[in-house]
C-alpha cells in the first residue's frame, strides 16, 4: 500500500527543500524564479534546481517544477530556452496550468512529464479524458471536492491511467483556483500569473454580521482523513506552503509522514495532529472534503493562530499564565529551528568538483579521464579515440584546443576544477570531428548516459488572417449578446447577433428542463459555466447529448472534451483563460476547436502579437460585470449573515442574495448568488471596452455583451434593447461614433476597461 502513496511536499527555497527532503517527503515541488504561481515565495536558480534534483534523487525523492501560470506570446521564446535546458535535467514533472504550454511540451520536449496544475479548476470526470489527451500524467484536483466526489473522478483517472493530487493540508483559497481574478481587474496582479495579492485575507470594513476579515477561511487539513483519501483511490498527498520556511515544512511533513506509515503498519492513525498547531496555521478544517460547508470554515483572523490554540489548550487565564504558554511555544520554535538546521546542515546542492585529465602519445589513441567527487566519493569516467594520435604542428591538439573545447563542463551540474594535459604529447592530433566525438561521449556519461539533447528553437507559427470581402476589406466584427433569463429571449427579436444562454452551475438531479428549452428555442446557443461538479456536470452533459446543438460555447473542458467526442462545434469560453495561440493550436488541434474568447486579463499588445490557426474564430467580451471571484461556500455568513448554518444544495437552486462588502480603502464589492449558481463576487464598476472595436477589429471576428445581470446587485440596469441598438451601431460605424459611445456611457456611468490597459 505505501508505494502507492506518495507524500508531496512544497518547496518555496533549498532550505525547505532540504527539510522536505530530511523529513520524509516522496516528492517535492519547488519554483524557479520565473514562470512560477509563487512569485512570493524565494525560488531557486537554475544552478540550485539542478543540484536540488541530484540531491533529492539521493534519497529518492522526486522534484516537481510548478510551470503554473498562464503564458503570454512574448514569452514562448524564453519559455522554450528553459524547457530545452529542464529536458537535459533528470527532473521527475513539470506542473502546467496553461493549455498552451501542454501543446509545447508534447511536441519539442515530450521526454517532460507533464501534471495538471490546480489552477485548471480539475473537479468533474469530463476533465480527466481532456487533460489525459493534452498530455497529462496526473491532475491535482480542486480543493472543494467532497470524498464522495474525488472516489469518482479517481475510478475515471485509473480508467485513463492518470495519478490523482488531492491537498491534504495547508491555506485554502476561498475562491475555486484559476477563477480568481481579484486583484487582476484593478492592478494587473493576476492570481493566473502567479502574483495574488491575497483579497480574501484583507480586512474589510465590519460587516452586519459583525466580522472584519469576511473571506477569510482556515487552513485545510486531512490529517485524519488519511485512510478515507486512500480508501478513495487518491496517490499524491499534497501539501500546500511554498511561502513557508524550513521549519513549518520540515514539522508537516514530518507530521504527515509518522501518520502515513503508521497507518500502513498497524491499519491505525496513531499521531494526534498537535505538532500541526505549534507552526503557522490559521486553525484548520476538513470541511471541504467532508462536504459540510458550514459557518465554522471562516475566521475572523488571517494571521498566525498558533498561540491563540496553545492559550487555549492550555487553559490559560491571567496575564501571567499567558505569558508562559506564550514563551513555551517561542521555546519550543527554536528547538524546531535548530533541530532543522541540524539535520539540514550535512545536505548539499553545490556543483560536483569535476576535472579532465587528457593523456596520449604518438600512435595511441587520445585518452579522457574524468573525475568526479560525490559524497567523498572519487568517480572516474574514461572515454578513448577510436583514431591514434599523429604528428602535426599546424593542427595540434594544445591547452587553447582543449580549453575552447571542454570548457563548456562547467555547467549547471560540474564545476569544472582543472583540465590536466601533462600527460599528453605535444605536436600531436586527431581529427577534430572525433574530438567533437569524444566530447559528446564525455557528456552522455556524465549526464547519467542520458544524450544530451539540442536546444529548440521554435518554428514561426502561422498567422492566418481574418476572412475579407469582394473589396479585400476584414468582415467586420459581428455582436453576440449573453442573456441567462427566459424573459430576455424576446431580444433574439430586436437584432441579428448571436444569442449565447448561459446555464446554471446547479441543477436537480436529472434535471430535463433545459433539454426541452433548447429544442424549443434552437436559435439560442448553450453557454456552459466554468464548474460543473458531480449530478450538475451529469446534467450539463446529458444536456449537451440529447439536445446535440449546432455550437456552444464552453468554460468548462469536460464539455469541451464531450463537444469534441460528440463532434459538435465549440467556442473556449472566457474563462478557460487563453492569452497565446499555443493554447489555441492545442484546442484546435486536439479537440478540433472552431473558436475561442481571448481573456479579458491580457491588454491590446499582448492580444496583437497572438496568432490565429486556420479556419478559427476569436471572439471578446466587451461588456459585462467584472467577476472577482467565485466559491462553493457562503458569502453572506460572514457579511449579513444567514438563518441556515450551511450551505447545501437546496441553497445552491433557491437562493438569490445579493449584497456588498467595503475594503478599507472605500473600495465597494458586490455579493452576488443566482438561482442555481455559485455565490461570487464583482467588481463595482461594470467592464466595458470600446476602444478594441476600433484598436483589434481586425483580430477579432466576434464582440460580446453580456446582459445577464448577475452582479448588478440592486443597481438599475439599462434597458438591453436600447444597449443593443447602440453596440450595433458602434461596430457598424453607421452613426459617429462619439455619439454613440457617449449614449452607452450614460447606460453604463459606472465602467472601467483598465485591465485592457494594464493587461499581465
Known amino acids: 500500500m505505501s508505494s502507492e502513496i506518495e507524500l508531496l511536499a512544497p518547496g518555496g527555497d533549498v532550505d525547505a527543500i532540504k527539510a522536505a527532503i530530511i523529513a520524509g517527503a516522496d516528492a517535492v515541488y519547488c519554483g524557479l524564479d520565473t514562470f512560477n504561481a509563487r512569485n512570493r515565495a524565494s525560488n531557486l536558480s537554475f544552478d540550485e534546481l539542478v543540484g536540488v534534483i541530484r540531491l533529492a534523487h539521493q534519497y529518492q525523492c522526486k522534484i516537481f517544477l510548478t510551470l503554473n501560470i498562464v503564458i503570454l506570446e512574448r514569452e514562448f521564446k524564453s519559455l522554450a530556452k528553459l524547457l530545452s535546458k529542464l529536458a537535459n535535467t533528470t527532473l521527475d514533472g513539470v506542473i502546467v496550468q496553461d493549455i498552451g504550454m501542454f501543446n509545447l511540451i508534447t511536441k519539442h520536449f515530450p521526454t517532460l512529464d507533464i501534471h495538471a496544475s490546480t489552477q485548471l479548476t480539475t473537479h468533474n470526470v469530463g476533465q480527466i479524458p481532456f487533460l489525459k489527451k493534452l498530455g497529462a500524467s496526473r491532475v491535482n484536483l480542486s480543493r472543494e471536492l467532497n470524498l464522495k466526489e474525488i472516489a469518482v473522478i479517481t475510478e475515471v483517472a485509473e ?121 503557522f496555521n490559521r486553525d484548520f478544517s476538513n470541511a471541504f472534503l467532508r462536504g459540510d460547508l458550514n459557518q465554522s470554515m471562516f475566521i475572523d483572523n488571517p494571521r498566525d493562530n498558533s498561540t491563540k490554540h496553545a492559550v487555549d489548550k492550555s487553559k490559560a487565564i491571567s496575564v501571567v499564565q499567558i505569558h508562559e504558554v506564550e514563551q513555551e511555544l517561542h521555546q519550543q520554535n527554536k528547538e524546531i529551528k535548530a533541530t532543522v538546521f541540524d539535520k539540514i546542515k550535512h545536505l548539499t546542492i553545490e556543483k560536483l568538483p569535476l576535472t579532465l585529465t587528457f593523456s596520449g602519445a604518438l600512435d595511441q589513441p587520445l585518452t579522457i579521464t574524468a573525475n568526479v567527487i560525490e559524497k567523498d566519493d572519487n568517480i572516474e569516467f574514461k572515454v578513448q579515440s577510436t583514431s591514434l594520435l599523429t604528428q602535426s604542428d599546424k593542427a595540434s591538439i594544445d591547452s587553447s584546443v582543449i580549453d575552447k573545447r571542454f570548457k563548456s563542463f562547467n555547467n549547471n551540474s560540474y564545476n569544472l576544477t582543472a583540465i590536466n594535459i601533462d600527460n599528453l604529447a605535444q605536436g600531436l592530433s586527431i581529427p577534430f570531428k572525433e574530438l567533437t566525438e569524444l566530447k559528446k561521449q564525455l557528456a552522455l556519461t556524465l549526464n547519467n548516459n542520458k544524450a544530451v539533447l539540442p536546444e529548440v528553437t521554435l518554428p514561426p507559427l502561422k498567422n492566418y488572417p481574418k476572412p475579407t470581402n469582394a473589396q479585400a476589406e476584414y468582415v467586420k466584427p459581428k455582436l453576440s449578446l449573453l442573456i441567462c433569463d427566459e424573459e430576455d429571449i424576446n431580444l433574439t427579436n430586436v437584432t441579428n447577433a448571436n444569442v449565447y444562454f448561459k446555464l446554471p452551475d446547479a441543477y436537480k438531479r436529472g434535471c430535463t428542463k433545459y433539454v426541452d428549452f433548447f429544442k424549443q428555442n434552437p436559435k439560442l446557443i448553450p453557454w456552459f459555466p466554468s464548474v460543473l461538479i458531480g449530478k450538475d456536470y451529469d446534467v450539463a452533459l446529458n444536456i449537451l447529448q440529447q439536445v446535440k446543438p449546432e455550437l456552444i460555447v464552453t468554460n468548462n473542458t469536460g464539455i469541451a472534451y464531450e463537444a469534441y467526442r460528440l463532434g459538435i462545434k465549440w467556442i473556449a469560453g472566457p474563462f478557460l483563460n487563453t492569452t497565446n495561440s499555443y493554447a489555441l493550436l492545442a484546442m484546435k488541434e486536439t479537440f478540433d476547436c472552431s473558436g475561442a474568447f481571448i481573456s479579458n486579463e491580457i491588454n491590446k499588445q499582448q492580444m496583437r502579437s497572438i496568432a490565429r490557426p486556420e479556419n478559427f474564430e476569436l471572439f471578446y467580451s466587451i461588456y459585462h460585470p467584472i467577476l472577482l471571484m467565485t466559491s462553493r461556500q457562503c458569502f453572506f455568513q460572514q457579511s449579513v449573515g444567514c438563518d441556515k448554518p450551511r450551505i447545501d444544495n437546496g441553497c445552491m437552486l433557491s437562493c438569490d442574495k445579493s449584497t456588498s462588502i467595503t475594503n478599507l480603502k472605500g473600495d465597494n464589492f458586490a455579493i452576488d448568488k443566482q438561482k442555481a449558481g455559485y455565490p461570487s463576487i464583482y467588481n463595482q464598476d461594470q467592464f466595458l471596452n470600446m476602444e478594441i472595436i476600433n484598436d483589434l477589429s481586425d483580430l477579432y471576428d466576434g464582440f460580446m455583451i453580456d446582459l445577464t445581470n448577475i452582479g448588478a446587485g440592486d443597481k438599475e440596469s439599462p434597458d438591453k434593447a436600447v444597449l443593443i441598438k447602440q453596440f450595433e451601431q458602434l461596430l457598424a460605424k453607421a452613426a459617429d461614433e462619439k455619439e454613440v459611445a457617449h449614449n452607452i456611457n450614460a447606460l453604463v456611468p459606472q465602467s472601467t476597461s483598465v485591465q485592457y490597459h494594464n493587461g499581465l
Request: hydrophobic share 30%; glycine share 10%.
Open 159 to 279: 480508467e485513463y491511467e492518470t495519478l490523482v493530487e488531492v491537498f491534504v493540508h495547508g491555506s485554502l483559497c476561498v475562491a475555486f483556483s484559476g477563477l480568481c481574478y481579484s486583484t487582476s481587474a484593478s492592478v494587473g496582479n493576476s492570481g493566473n500569473r502567479g502574483r495574488c495579492s491575497q483579497a480574501c485575507r484583507e480586512e474589510y470594513e465590519t460587516t452586519e454580521s459583525g466580522n472584519n476579515f469576511p473571506l477569510n477561511i482556515k487552513d485545510n487539513s486531512a490529517f485524519f482523513d488519511l485512510p478515507a483519501l486512500i480508501e478513495a483511490g487518491v496517490h499524491s498527498f499534497k501539501i500546500e506552503g511554498r511561502i513557508k520556511g524550513a521549519n513549518y515544512v520540515h514539522t508537516i511533513v514530518d507530521s504527515f509522514r509518522k501518520q502515513i506509515d503508521g497507518f500502513v503498519n498497524t491499519g491505525e492513525l496513531t499521531e494526534d495532529g498537535e505538532r500541526l498547531y505549534q507552526v
